[in-house]
């Protein structure tokens, strides 16, 4: 049978043309900075201006530097805390020709461990993990430390890797505007000391300003009639003194949960107010104990001890992924558990127990260690009330009907956690983000928005943050020293990813890249159907999602942290819209690799004896990264163990 072709219209046709009408000349200009020659010499050959090379060669000033020249990168940050300080650690590390800028509205850097300060504050995995995985602090003083200690590690990590030179202390961003011609982001500034208003541009907006920043007053009438002293976990007044006092405590969130047994000793009396049950669990191997002095020269001292500790604990959180899925055996039985481990512990309160243990899944909001929360609240000089609170007077807080009065009232409530950002980030024309997060925060990948341009948001909606170590997913993961691994690459999480963009930025001639609507819809969307099946949708209220009952789940990842760090490897370009500053192809430049310039470099450094490069499929480089076929794992029943004690921690 005859082929007949059809003839494609002329409008579906390549026609080469040129499509700019910037000169080659500017843009490439724009692209690598070349020393300025007052009058160029032209070349012969083609009349157009040229540098002479050492060599006599002509080559056409317009082409420019190297292949991948760095051009200049402007970072602003906002924020000093784990995320703001990983990024800067990370930035200075691999970049060169780089600005950055990184505002903090306190006084002083550390975030989360600057502003929450209440009794009691600590961290609730091991401090062994909650370290950057690059930086481990061999002297933490006990398995889980206060918030000042955890506060000085991230303060002697600024000060060690220099990090405050790029930092601005007691300045508030307090507007973020896109300008699509120039390609910059301008941010308004205000100095919280003096009250002066700045502003600054950048190239590349990176929002790291915490998902646990922007605490907030419960909603109950009356609030302000309280004439007692009124005070949040998250903005505490440590001044204030309690001893004595008739305490009124509302949340059992981890918050509430900490406080209550470090303000039992000095107390007149608490009366507490939970509405919600909640799961508290102290798990095998991971009981607090202040280290001892030979454990401490231990970790100090003999080589891999400390490393094999964190490796076990964390090993241990990534093992427990599938108790977050419905119907998986471990669910099941760390249910059983804890329940029972609960029930003790409540020796035998049936009131108590009815209404604090939770009918919904285990892990459905995050879990506690809660060390003595049971067993404070069976001591006598407790009170629990169970339900609503209908409105607070000026001497106290009526439930149920009845009044409560007491001298002091701490709201352990939490957070905003909407995601809705607190200051206007106007996006391509003029679109502000916190109206397009108004309703539901839909994110690319957790770390970019829709419409706003070179700009990232560290811990962003739908981050792994309820299922494996927080840090580490600010952070890299683990690092492989194998040679296999193509230049010693780390399991990748968001800063990672975010400086994978900045370099391409740098180096590629990039004037702009957002993620387009349908990636950010299409994840949305596997998402919410990831989310039916997971233990997190099970009942309980939380701020996973945006302190709703059966609301979206909008804080958590579709997967594992281990699933995370492996997504966020790849940059996915194809997820993006990406516009060039000009010819696409100027970063190729004047046509001289890098490494031909670089005098100190092997020229020939692709000739070997034996195939050592990298592997090339995700695969093989998965298996030499994580070191597999050397570790044998316990099965996962094992985790709950012959006598049913639950033997991983999360
Ligand atoms: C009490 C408490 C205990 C926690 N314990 C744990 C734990 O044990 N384990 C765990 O994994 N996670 C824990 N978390 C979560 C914790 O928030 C993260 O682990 C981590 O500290 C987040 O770091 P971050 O830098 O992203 O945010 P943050 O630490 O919140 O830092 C954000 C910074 O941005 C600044 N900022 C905000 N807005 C602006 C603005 N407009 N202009 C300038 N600066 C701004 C803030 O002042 C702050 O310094 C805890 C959280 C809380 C609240
Ligand atoms: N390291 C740690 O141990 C630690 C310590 C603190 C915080 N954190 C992190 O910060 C997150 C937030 O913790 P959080 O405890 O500050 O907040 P949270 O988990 O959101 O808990 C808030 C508590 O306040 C209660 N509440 C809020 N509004 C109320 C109202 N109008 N009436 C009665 N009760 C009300 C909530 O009750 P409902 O449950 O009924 O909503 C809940 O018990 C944690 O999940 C954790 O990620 C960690």
Redesign the pocket.
Same mark, same amino acid.
């Given at each position: 049978m005859a082929r007949t072709t059809a003839i494609p219209a002329t409008s579906e046709l390549y026609i080469p043309s040129r499509k700019s009408n910037v000169s080659i000349k500017e843009n490439i200009l724009q692209t690598h900075s070349l020393p300025q020659v007052d009058t160029p010499p032209k070349s012969p050959v083609s009349g157009t201006p040229q540098r002479n090379g050492e060599n006599g060669y002509y080559r056409n000033e317009e082409l420019g530097g190297p292949i991948h020249s760095e051009r200049q990168l402007d970072i602003i940050v #906002? /924020?000093? /805390?784990? =995320? /703001?300080?990983c990024l800067a650690y990370k930035l200075q590390r691999s970049f060169s020709n780089f600005s950055l800028t990184m505002?903090?509205?306190?006084p002083d #850097? =550390?975030?989360?461990?600057?502003?929450?300060r209440?009794p009691g504050? +600590?961290?609730?995995?091991p401090a062994h993990n909650?370290v950057f995985s690059w930086e481990p602090k061999k002297d933490w003083s006990a398995v889980y430390v206060g918030?000042e200690e955890i506060k000085s590690y991230f303060k002697g990590f600024a000060a060690k890797y220099d990090l405050n030179r790029y930092i601005r202390v007691n300045?508030? @961003?307090?507007e973020a505007a896109w300008d699509d011609p120039t390609g910059k982001w301008t941010v308004k @500034?205000r100095n919280n000391a003096t009250g002066a208003a700045t502003e600054r541009t950048c190239d590349i907006l990176v929002n790291? =300003? /915490?998902?646990?920043?922007n605490w907030k007053w419960p909603d109950i009438s009356g609030l302000d009639t309280f004439r007692g002293k009124l005070l949040h976990? +998250?903005n505490y007044d440590n001044s204030y003194e309690l001893t004595g006092k008739h305490v009124g405590l509302i949340g059992n969130g =981890?918050?509430g949960i900490q406080i209550l047994p470090a303000i039992h000793p000095k107390v007149k009396a608490v009366t507490t107010f939970l509405r919600t049950p909640t799961w508290v669990t102290l798990l095998q191997g991971f009981e607090q104990h202040k280290y001892s002095q030979q454990e401490l020269e231990e970790f100090a001292t003999k080589e891999g001890t400390l490393l094999a500790w964190r490796k076990d604990a964390e090993s241990n959180v990534n093992k427990i992924y599938t108790m977050f899925l419905n119907g998986s055996k471990m669910q099941e039985s760390t249910f059983k558990q804890v329940r029972g481990q609960m029930q003790t512990k409540l020796k035998n309160d049936v009131d108590l127990q009815e209404t604090l243990i939770p009918q919904w899944g285990f892990g459905c909001r995050r879990m506690t260690p809660g060390i003595n929360y049971l067993e404070t609240l069976c001591e006598d000089n407790f009170e629990v009330v169970f339900g609503s609170i209908d409105k607070i007077t000026p001497d106290g807080l009526c439930a149920q009907g009845r009044e409560y009065p007491v001298d002091v009232l701490i709201c352990a409530t939490g957070?905003d956690t909407s995601f809705r950002p607190?200051?206007p980030i106007l996006g391509r024309k003029g679109q502000n983000l916190q109206y397009l997060w108004s309703v539901e925060a839909h994110s690319y990948m957790g770390v970019a928005a829709p419409e706003q341009p070179n700009y990232f948001h560290?811990?962003g909606p739908n981050c792994p #943050?309820g299922s494996g170590?927080? @840090?580490g997913a #600010?952070g890299e993961y683990s690092r492989s020293k194998c040679k296999d691994c193509r230049a010693d690459i780390p399991l990748e999480a968001q800063a990672d990813y975010i400086l994978r963009w900045c370099d391409r930025w740098q180096t590629e001639n990039i004037q702009s890249f957002t993620p387009k609507h349908d990636a950010v819809e299409d994840f949305a969307e596997h998402t919410d159907l990831f989310m039916r099946d997971t233990i997190w949708k099970s009942g309980c209220r939380s701020w996973y999602k945006s302190n709703t009952i059966d609301g979206r789940v909008s804080a958590l990842w579709p997967g594992s942290s281990l699933h995370y760090f492996e997504a966020m490897q790849y940059l996915r370009a194809d997820d993006f819209e990406v516009v060039y500053k000009g010819n696409r192809f100027a970063w190729l430049g004047n046509g001289f690799s890098q490494t031909e310039l670089d005098k100190t470099c092997d020229l020939a450094y692709y000739i070997r004896e034996s195939d050592d490069s990298a592997f090339l499929s995700k695969g093989k480089q998965r298996q030499v990264l994580t070191k597999s076929g050397t570790v044998v794992q316990e099965p996962e029943p094992q985790l709950v163990d012959e006598d049913g004690e639950w033997r991983a921690w999360c």
């Open positions: #906002i /924020g000093a /805390g784990a =995320s /703001g300080l505002y903090e509205k306190n #850097i =550390s975030g989360t461990w600057y502003e929450n209440y504050c +600590a961290c609730d995995v909650y918030n300045q508030q @961003v307090v @500034v790291a =300003s /915490g998902i646990l920043n976990s +998250a =981890s918050s957070f607190r200051f560290f811990l #943050i170590p927080l @840090v #600010i």
